[in-house]
């Protein structure tokens, strides 16, 4: 079998390795998926394949790259192969730069960029399908042309006999008796002059010259083939020859002895040197062979069809597949991991990266559970999940693992795209109870924290069961912070280094409300509130009352609590609903307090 591969072509390493990750997976058990990061790559990659021995059916390439772009490139591979299908993908290119590639390149097909994965290996199947449809139909052809040839280069000698009749006429019987085509030569007074072997054994019968045209229509019944209809004998060639026409019949039929041979017929008139017709000449042929070809390459084509169908509905499974896969290892994992397909990855393998880490969980969502049966809290989880999940994917995130109602999701690229997808899942749980509210039912509240900072992704798990997961010291204090919004009493908290990660900290409503050790951590912790989800009263508040909370949070730091105190208790005055405001005078009360004890004699 020879060996085929479909070259892609784009300057985006990213964007060429998940090409090829789509393609590997729907056409690489019969294809080879080779890449090129730019034109002159892809050149010098597609003169290598072709003299490897490679077939390159297909040719995929972007349109906007440096030195020579996609339309270019296609053009001048179309000069040096034009059987191969050239496929476009890009989102930036113009219609003038389309145009040149359809007029220039022969460019198949057009396709968008972002692609769409059904509609891009959809295209891809039907550009395969297409041209290994027309070697084959050009095999089938040149088989018939061939043929087609031979009959008439046996016909053209045939002819050529014939002018020499008068010259040679033994000569010209022994060479008829040999040919593969049956012959009936008759004078012009419709005499038969001669009749030769093929003739004999196609008409089934033997008898002597000199036998008159009106017998031998009368011993021989022709049909229009597959039919009873009878063919009227001045439209037989050899008749239509005596009147000077040259013919040509491919519908005939004779049947004797229980069998039907199909016929082609070619009449000629023979003139003698005063240009009078002195001979008539019937050449036929049984095309039985010839019929049963163009048979198989209908019933080819048919079953052509059919693969195609079968191979669609195969593509339509495949997809499903890669799509349910995707749910379970996030395509975005495999890409981290440097990994093309589920199957590539194997236990232990690991990669360090900084990435923003969020996790949210539902408050008292065990006194809540408790007061539905497990149907109920099935039924509950899915449809909380259902609203937080878009929030997360909306923001270039991905989930890395349900815990329970908790949710752990990890995002490569900025830290806004974290602490956006934070923000989002407040206003999507808003409408979560706006939708309960209606329901009668009680309105839940989450927490949220996230983190920024360097872990190892990877695979743990042993040999017959692996999962995905992240670790390291970052994970954990997101985890934390998620767990200090309970102690804060604040839906969403930020550590410092997600706060110093973010392109514009002042877009967003955020304060840092405390410096606190958490739970495996040595040194003190800063953390954020973000309040872009308040209430219009309460985040006015908080921002009249910003630098005065501030300056009380230093002191608090400072350890100086009864100042502290005092503006901790101003803020309250001009804000009466600031959480974290009260949380931090009680714990100088607090200290005050313990201060004077410890005074006491």
Same mark, same amino acid.
């Given at each position: 079998m020879k060996k085929r591969a479909i070259l892609c072509v784009d300057d985006e390493r990213t964007v060429l390795l998940s090409l090829k990750a789509e393609l590997r997976e729907a056409f690489g058990r019969d294809?080879?998926?080779? #890449?090129?990061?730019?034109?002159?790559?892809?050149?010098? $990659?597609?003169?290598?394949? !072709?003299?490897e021995g490679y077939d390159i059916p297909v040719i995929i390439s972007d349109y906007i790259m440096p030195h020579l772009k996609g339309d270019e490139l296609l053009k001048r591979i179309h000069q040096q192969y034009p059987e191969a299908l050239k496929i476009m993908l890009t989102g930036q290119a113009d219609a003038t730069a389309v145009g040149n590639a359809v007029n220039e390149a022969k460019l198949y097909r057009y396709i968008s960029k972002p692609w769409q994965a059904e509609d891009l290996n959809l295209t891809v199947a039907e550009a395969l399908n297409s041209y290994l449809q027309k070697q084959q139909i050009g095999e089938q052809t040149l088989k018939l042309q061939q043929v087609n040839q031979a009959l008439e280069a046996a016909n053209q000698k045939q002819l050529q006999l014939i002018s020499q009749l008068q010259e040679n006429e033994n000569r010209l019987q022994q060479f008829l008796d040999g040919i593969p085509v049956g012959v009936v030569i008759i004078n012009n007074n419709g005499i038969l002059s001669y009749l030769n072997r093929k003739a004999k054994y196609l008409l089934g019968r033997d008898f002597m010259p000199g036998i008159e045209l009106e017998k031998?229509?009368?011993? *021989?019944?022709?049909?229009?083939?597959?039919?009873?209809?009878? *063919?009227?004998?001045?439209?037989?060639? +050899? =008749?239509?020859? +005596?009147?000077?026409?040259?013919t040509r019949l491919d519908d005939l039929e004779i049947r004797h002895s229980n069998i039907s041979i199909p016929l082609e017929s070619w009449g000629t008139p023979i003139y003698d040197a005063n240009g009078k017709i002195a001979y008539a000449i019937a050449a036929f042929a049984d095309i039985s062979d010839r019929l049963a070809a163009e048979q198989e390459r209908q019933q080819f084509i048919s079953d052509l069809f059919k693969v195609n169908v079968d191979l669609e509905a195969a593509l339509d499974a495949q997809v499903q597949l890669t799509e349910a896969t995707a749910r379970f290892v996030p395509y975005q994992f495999l890409q981290l991991l440097d990994k093309e397909s589920i199957v590539d990855i194997e236990l232990g393998e690991t990669?360090?990266?900084?990435?923003? #880490?969020?996790?949210s969980d539902i408050r008292s969502f065990t006194t809540l559970s408790e007061q539905m049966s497990m149907e109920e809290n099935v039924t509950f989880i899915n449809d909380y999940l259902s609203h937080m999940e878009p929030a997360i994917i909306e923001n270039r995130g991905f989930i890395d693992k349900y815990i329970g109602d908790g949710i752990m999701a990890l995002f490569h690229g900025s830290a806004d795209d974290a602490l956006q997808a934070g923000i989002t899942?407040?206003?999507?749980?808003?409408?979560?109870?706006?939708?309960?509210?209606? %329901?009668?039912? !009680?309105?839940?509240?989450?927490? #949220?924290?996230?983190?920024?900072?360097k872990l190892m992704l990877g695979t743990v798990g042993g040999q017959s069961r692996m999962d995905s997961t992240a670790i390291g010291d970052a994970v954990n204090l997101a985890s934390r912070l998620e767990g200090l919004t309970k102690e804060y009493g604040l839906p969403l908290l930020i550590s410092e280094q997600t706060w110093l990660?973010?392109?514009?900290?002042?877009? *967003?409503?955020?304060?840092?409300?405390?410096?606190?050790?958490?739970?495996?951590?040595l040194e003190l912790v800063?953390? *954020?509130?973000?309040?872009?989800?308040d209430d219009a009263a309460l985040k006015e508040g908080k921002f009249a009352t910003r630098w005065l909370f501030e300056e009380a949070r230093q002191l608090y730091q400072q350890q100086v609590f009864e100042e502290a105190a005092i503006r901790f208790s101003d803020c309250l005055n001009q804000n009466p609903r600031d959480r974290a405001a009260?949380?931090?005078?009680?714990?100088?009360? =607090?200290? %005050?307090?313990?201060?004077?004890?410890? $005074?006491?004699p």
């Open positions: 294809y080879a998926i080779e #890449i090129a990061e730019s034109g002159s790559e892809a050149l010098e $990659l597609f003169e290598d394949l !072709r003299a031998i229509d009368n011993m *021989y019944q022709l049909y229009r083939v597959n039919t009873e209809e009878l *063919y009227s004998p001045e439209d037989l060639p +050899l =008749n239509r020859a +005596l009147n000077g026409e040259t990669v360090e990266q900084e990435m923003s #880490i969020l996790f899942m407040l206003q999507r749980l808003d409408e979560f109870n706006a939708i309960r509210e209606q %329901q009668e039912r !009680r309105k839940i509240a989450i927490g #949220i924290g996230i983190n920024t900072g990660k973010l392109a514009n900290p002042e877009r *967003y409503a955020i304060r840092p409300i405390d410096k606190t050790q958490v739970k495996g951590k800063t953390v *954020y509130e973000v309040f872009e989800m009260r949380i931090l005078l009680n714990r100088c009360q =607090n200290q %005050q307090s313990f201060v004077r004890q410890s $005074l006491l």
